[in-house]
């Protein structure tokens, strides 16, 4: 059977299948926030531009909109659960390589672990993926695509960093996901040093994804937000501010 986190990539790369394009502009704003606001009365979010996703035999991670320090932002509940909100996008990263965002994280998961399968959990992660052309796999990775295909019936992701709020990574690193080298790692952040503070972050993606890939990135499909914690069977609380996709460093 194939892991229920491969599926999840690969269910994130369905959704991203069919994008918003984007029109000449200087910065692309993801709204993490905007969301109805009678979210603020508890209830999970809704939103006609996101979509929730959930993995089959998984408690799903509750969203809800809520007011932090002054500010809108999405809280992420995780326990022993696992799903995201994903955001279509069609976007260049060499035209628009700078991203940033907001968050916030309670505390780490203790026994998450970038390495590791079992310690495959963050509380905060900004996963982006990218329209990779299955064409352009090299002859193992065609075998090994053909291989998965036989298990699962959804599309198999070929490029995706993930930025995680991680535990024993040390930060910078870059690192093949414990599943799947075609999704890699970007330790952004990492312990508990900014916990229960605001962390803006700004990254070049475009660089981010030659540093993993090798090569020139594709066109972005996709951006989710996700906390997750059932592989370590913990509990974790985050706070996702919006998401901006801008053409320089100013």
């Not at 910065?27 to 109805?36: A, E, G, R, S």
């Not at 959930?54 to 022993?80: C, F, G, H, Q, W």
């Not at 996008?89 to 079992?118: H, M």
């Amino acid at each position: 059977m194939i892991n229920l986190k491969l599926a999840l990539h690969a269910l994130l790369l369905f959704i991203f299948a069919f994008k918003f394009p984007v029109t000449a502009q200087e910065t692309i704003k993801v709204p993490v926030t905007d969301f109805n606001p009678e979210s603020l009365t508890g209830e999970e979010v809704e939103s006609p531009r996101w979509s929730v996703l959930k993995l089959p035999n998984r408690d799903a991670t509750k969203y809800t909109l809520v007011e932090s320090d002054d500010r809108l932002a999405i809280k992420a509940e995780s326990m022993n659960s696992a799903s995201g909100l994903v955001y279509k996008v069609d976007i260049d990263p060499e035209e628009f390589p700078i991203i940033e965002w907001s968050w916030k994280v309670k505390e780490v998961l203790k026994d998450g672990n970038y390495a590791t399968k079992k310690g495959d959990d963050y509380p905060a992660r900004i996963y982006i993926t990218f329209d990779y052309d299955k064409s352009n796999l090299k002859l193992g990775d065609r075998i090994k695509y053909s291989f998965i295909k036989t298990f699962t019936s959804y599309p198999i992701p070929l490029r995706a960093i993930n930025y995680i709020w991680a535990n024993k990574a040390e930060k910078e690193t870059i690192a093949p996901n414990a599943y799947t080298d075609w999704v890699y790692m970007v330790a952004v952040r990492t312990g508990n040093g900014d916990s229960g503070d605001w962390v803006t972050e700004v990254r070049n993606i475009y660089e981010d994804y030659k540093k993993a890939f090798g090569e020139a990135p594709p066109r972005i499909s996709g951006v989710a937000i996700m906390s997750d914690s059932d592989n370590t069977k913990g509990a974790s609380e985050a706070y996702y501010g919006d998401i901006e996709f801008r053409k320089n460093m100013d």
